[in-house]
C-alpha cells in the first residue's frame, strides 16, 4: 500500500484551517466550515467475517482500502488525498477484536482500539513501554474509535506506536485471501505512510514477545501539545546481566519519513556499563546517525538535538527499570 502525502498531518492542516476560518464572521465563512469538506464519491462493503473483507480486497488493483477506525482515513479522504473507489469496513467483524497472551507473546487483533489497549492489565503487563507510550496518543473519542493495527498501517512517520512496536520486536501478520505470512516489524515501516502491506492484504494482527522481567523500559517525547502526533518519541528497552547491558533497543519517531531502530548503537551498548556517560554516548551517536527535515512543528537541528535528550532519557529510564 503506498500513499505519497505531504509532509505536514492532514490533520493540523485541517486543524489550521478551521482555527483561520473561524475569525470571519459567520456568513463570510466559505463553505468548508459546517460538513461540507466531502470526500470523492466511493462505494462500501460492510463485509461481516474477515474472509469475506479479504475476497472483496482480492484482485481490486489498490481500488479499496480498509476502514477500521476511519480516524486518519476519513480526514485524508476528506481533503482528497486519498480516493478510494470503495471502502471495505472492518468494523463488523467481531473476530478481529482481540488482545490476549497466547504462550509468551501479546497478541493483538486488527479491530482492538487504542482505548481498550490503553486501559489494559494485560498490556500493562506484557508490554509496560506500550501502556506508557498510549499516555501520548491522541484524545479519548479518537482512542475510542481508533486501532493499533489502523494506526500502524497509517504509519505516520510522527505516530508513538510505530516506535514502540519497533522496539518491542513486534511481528506483523498479514493475510490475503490465498495465504498468511509475518512480516518482522523492521520490514514492515517502509517509506512515509507507507508499509509491507500489500494492496490486497489485511494487517489480521500484531504479536509483541511478553517484555521479559528482568527487562526495564523507557519512552519519552515531546509534541506541542497533549494527544498530538509527537515532534520526537524515543522507545528503549534494556536487559543486564551481572551489572553488564545484555540487550538493548532503541527506536525513535519524527526524525525521517518512518519510525526507526537503531541497531548500530544497541549493538555498541552490549557488553558495557549502563552508567550515564556510557548511555549518553549512545544517544548521541544515534542523534548524529538520524535525518529529520524541517517542518512547521520544528527545524532538522531541533529534532536531531531531541532525539538526543529523548533517547538518553529512555535509556535511563529502561536501565533504572532493570531488575
Ligand atoms: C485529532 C486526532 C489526533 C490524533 N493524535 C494522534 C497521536 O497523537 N498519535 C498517533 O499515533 N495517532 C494519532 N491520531 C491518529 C489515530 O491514532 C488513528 O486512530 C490511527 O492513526 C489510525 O487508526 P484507525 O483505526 O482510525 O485507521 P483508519 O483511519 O481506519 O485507517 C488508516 C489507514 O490504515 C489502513 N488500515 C486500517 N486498518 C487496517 C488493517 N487492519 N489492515 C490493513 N490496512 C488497514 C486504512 O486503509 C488506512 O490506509 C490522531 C487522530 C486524530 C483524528
Not at 551489572?243 to 548500530?264: D, E, F, T, Y
Request: glycine share 6%; proline share 5%; charged share 25%.
Amino acid at each position: 500500500m503506498s500513499l505519497r502525502r505531504p509532509q505536514v498531518s492532514v490533520i493540523a492542516i485541517d486543524q489550521a484551517v478551521n482555527l483561520c476560518l473561524s475569525f470571519l464572521p459567520v456568513k463570510q465563512r466559505p463553505k468548508i466550515i459546517g460538513g461540507t469538506m466531502k470526500p470523492a464519491p466511493f462505494d462500501y462493503e460492510r463485509p461481516a467475517t474477515l474472509n469475506a473483507a479479504l475476497s472483496l480486497l482480492k484482485d481490486n488493483d489498490g481500488r479499496s482500502r480498509v476502514i477500521a477506525g476511519g480516524q486518519s482515513l476519513v480526514p485524508m479522504m476528506n481533503f482528497r488525498v486519498v480516493r478510494p473507489d470503495r471502502l471495505i469496513d472492518i468494523n463488523r467483524i467481531a473476530e478481529l477484536d482481540y488482545h490476549r497472551i497466547e504462550g509468551t507473546e501479546l497478541v493483538i487483533g486488527a479491530l482492538c482500539r487504542h482505548n481498550a489497549l490503553k486501559e489494559s492489565k494485560i498490556v500493562k503487563q506484557a508490554c509496560p513501554m506500550m501502556h506508557a507510550a498510549y499516555e501520548w496518543v491522541a484524545h479519548g473519542p479518537v482512542r475510542n474509535r481508533g486501532t493499533l493495527c489502523g494506526n500502524l498501517c497509517h504509519a505516520d512517520p510522527a505516530s508513538e506506536m510505530p516506535a514502540v512496536v519497533l522496539a518491542a520486536n513486534a511481528v506483523m501478520v498479514l493475510r490475503n485471501s490465498a495465504a498468511q505470512r509475518e512480516v518482522p516489524v523492521g520490514q514492515f515501516f517502509v517509506g512515509q505512510y507507507e508499509t509491507a502491506t500489500a494492496d490486497d492484504e489485511i494487517l489480521v494482527e500484531v504479536r509483541i514477545p511478553v517484555a521479559p522481567t528482568n527487562e526495564g523500559w523507557g519512552f519519552h517525547e515531546v509534541n506541542v501539545r497533549k494527544g498530538d502526533f509527537a515532534i520526537v518519541a524515543a522507545a528503549a528497552t534494556m536487559q543486564k546481566k551481572d551489572g553488564k547491558i545484555q540487550a538493548a533497543s532503541i527506536a525513535l519517531a519524527g526524525v525521517g519519513s518512518h519510525a526507526i531502530r537503531l541497531p548500530k548503537a544497541e549493538k555498541a551498548l552490549l557488553g558495557g556499563n549502563a552508567d550515564n556517560a556510557a548511555l549518553r554516548e549512545a544517544a548521541a551517536a544515534c542523534a548524529a546517525t538520524v535525518n529529520p527535515t524541517s517542518d512547521i512543528h520544528g527545524s532538522a537541528e531541533y529534532r536531531r538535538d531531541l532525539a538526543k535528550t529523548l533517547i538518553y532519557r529512555a535509556l535511563r529510564d529502561a536501565r533504572d527499570r532493570c531488575i
